[in-house]
């Protein structure tokens, strides 16, 4: 009996293994598949702001193709670094999020090249477990960016004063506290949501446009 549970580990462990092989294959298909050369991948920094654009619509609509069929779980972004880290750096997820959350911000209001902006691309992609779910999901794109933008006055109250003064803390534990509180951050997601999900769609529209020329010209 103790020699068949055995068997039965190993096996299942196997299994799991071989799985997690296949989803690899899976997921590094899909997403090269995106690029018109592996040039523009290993170079993806260098590309032109409309390009990694592009390519950055392409890629989240892969990834709500995968999050359909199961492959986005708490395995995806170790995969994804691993296939991708040495071509995109340590920060795969943020560095194919940061031209659509660049997009969404300026669309909303924020300067380009306004320090708020900076401060909010911070911090959107400090967490790329859930950026990653945001992108696949304008609700959450919604949260996270108001969390974001309350997260990003705090910040900048705190660069006016010496850190570790009584205001410094002040503005952590007491002003930061308020803003943070979920009547602040519910009544900016209540007034950017529309906009943040219409640009969803549009991104998501251009994707398939774009996919489907391509499908066109390949004879896929």
Sequence with gaps: MLKKDIRNQILETKQRKETILIEQVIIRKRLESVFEKKSDLKYFNGLSEDKKLLYSILLIKEI?????????????LDILKSLFGGLLGSSAVETI??????????????????????????????????????????????????ESFVEGLVMLLQDQVGK????????????????????????????????VCGLFDNFSDKAKDVADKLKTQTGI
């Design 97 to 146: 999020a940061e031209p659509i959350v660049g997009k969404i911000l300026s669309a909303i209001g924020f300067k380009s090249d306004g320090i708020m902006k900076k401060t909010m691309v911070s911090f959107l992609t400090t967490n790329p477990k859930r950026l990653v779910n945001a992108l696949t999901d304008c609700r959450e794109m919604t949260k996270l960016i108001s």
């Design 64 to 76: 709500q193709e995968m999050n359909k069929v199961g492959l986005i779980n708490e395995q995806f």
């Design 164 to 195: 570790g003064s009584f205001i410094y803390d002040y503005i952590r534990n007491v002003l930061g506290g308020t803003l943070k509180g979920m009547s602040t951050i519910s009544s900016f997601e209540d007034m950017i949501a529309e906009k």
